[in-house]
């Protein structure tokens, strides 16, 4: 299914002022924007895209401001959306975020979903990357990576 045009163009709106925010690293008011937009994602909203991708956002958001719960919520939702189930960057996110609440068992196999989809570049692509792939190769998850070397 597709938005009709003129609200998707609202949405779209929204987000785009969102990721500007996000990119100036003011990110409560990116996570203002992206719920806005996900206001006008019409119910139910785990049938839309859409979804998918303002949840990323609004999780991600609140990853940078330290709110792993908040996180993790909005990384749920976004794993139920359409897409969700196939983003790499989703479950890396939620794994983290698991670690960072101490909840080890969920944040290993969040983490370890991520490598299976995108291998070790999901976590080369991130400074906090290499703690989290030794934590995997640390429980034997692992054939040779290369992150040790």
């Known amino acids: 299914m597709e938005l009709p045009e003129k609200l998707y163009e609202k949405i779209e ?3 785009e002022e969102g990721n500007l925010f996000f990119d100036d690293d003011c990110f409560e ?3 203002d924007k992206w719920k806005q937009a996900l206001d006008y994602v019409p119910s139910p909203k785990s049938d839309w895209e859409a979804t998918f991708w303002l949840c990323t956002s609004i999780g991600d958001a ?3 401001l330290s709110r792993f719960g908040l996180a993790r919520e909005f990384f749920f939702d976004a794993l139920n959306a359409p897409g969700g189930e196939s983003c790499p960057f989703v479950y890396y ?3 983290q975020c698991e670690a960072r609440l101490g909840n080890m068992e969920a944040a290993t196999e969040n983490l370890l979903r991520a490598y299976m989809l995108d291998g070790v ?3 080369e692509g991130d400074p906090e990357g290499a703690h989290y792939l030794k934590m995997l190769e640390s429980q034997r998850l692992l054939s040779d990576t290369g992150a040790s070397e």
Request: glycine share 6%; charged share 20%.
């Open 29 to 31: 008011e990116a996570v």
């Open 121 to 123: 570049d999901i976590f």
């Open 62 to 64: 609140h990853y940078q």
């Open 93 to 95: 996110r939620l794994g």
């Open 13 to 15: 709106a929204l987000s």
